[in-house]
């Protein structure tokens, strides 16, 4: 009988040995603040930051992977109590928001009858698609089924149209267009953006030397949103009608 006790009692100090051995070569650090960022965040789990969940974030956020705005969903105020944790400046979390560069549509006329899958990617995959217009939307969605916050949907007039209010900037949309017309920036980004060569750009918007929507703006006076096409014009130059009168206007030629 004490020969049974002693052997459990060796026993039993064998295996907390042995777990206290464990413990120490197997001990993972984590720093105390991504539980502490993690609890600042939404909580949602969505993956529209672009990590797997919210404790990846929270992670990412720690190992200055990320910025203190990386919750999409959080808004201001999450990236403010992140950056107070991290020590760093809030006023860097500036929100994204999708920007569609095409506002053709069906006014591009088609190359060919395509009888395919009806996915973007597939459409382009094949001469890069049916319509005359090389960087133009093919109109088949594939955003709109990407964004997981009902934020885009295919207009009227066969290009995709952003609802800003619901749009949190995650990139899904800008990933899923196959012909690059979508991009996701801060207001600073496209304030800051001049014309390229490259850029997706109607010949009179490449022209203008405020890089212009024209297509856009006349589109809405078309269809009588005059506040809209002022808002158009006033985003890239604040000094609308000044510059109205004495503009060389070199997008008459097109």
Known sequence: MVEAVLFMLGLGFACSTLLSAASKIFYVY??????????????????????????????AVVAGKAGPGVCIIGGMESAINVAR???????????????????????????????????????????GGTRLCRVGCLGFGDCVASCMFDAIHMGPDGYPVVDYAKCVGCG??????PKTIITVRTMSERLLHFNAEDDALSPCSQTCPGEINIPQYISQVRSRDYSGAVNTIRERNPLLLTCGRVCPHPCDSY
């Not at 899904?172 to 267009?177: I, P, Q, Y």
């Open 30 to 59: 984590e720093d105390p603040r991504i539980a502490e960022v993690e609890g600042f965040l939404a909580g949602a789990n969505c993956g529209g930051c672009g990590f797997a969940g919210c404790s990846a974030a929270a992670g």
């Open 85 to 127: 944790v991290m020590g760093m400046d809030p006023g860097t979390a500036e929100p994204k928001k999708s920007l569609n560069e095409c506002s053709g549509g069906y006014r591009a006329e088609d190359r060919f009858i395509y009888d395919g899958i009806t996915t973007c990617r597939a459409m382009t995959s094949y001469y």
């Open 172 to 177: 899904a949309c800008e990933k899923a267009c």
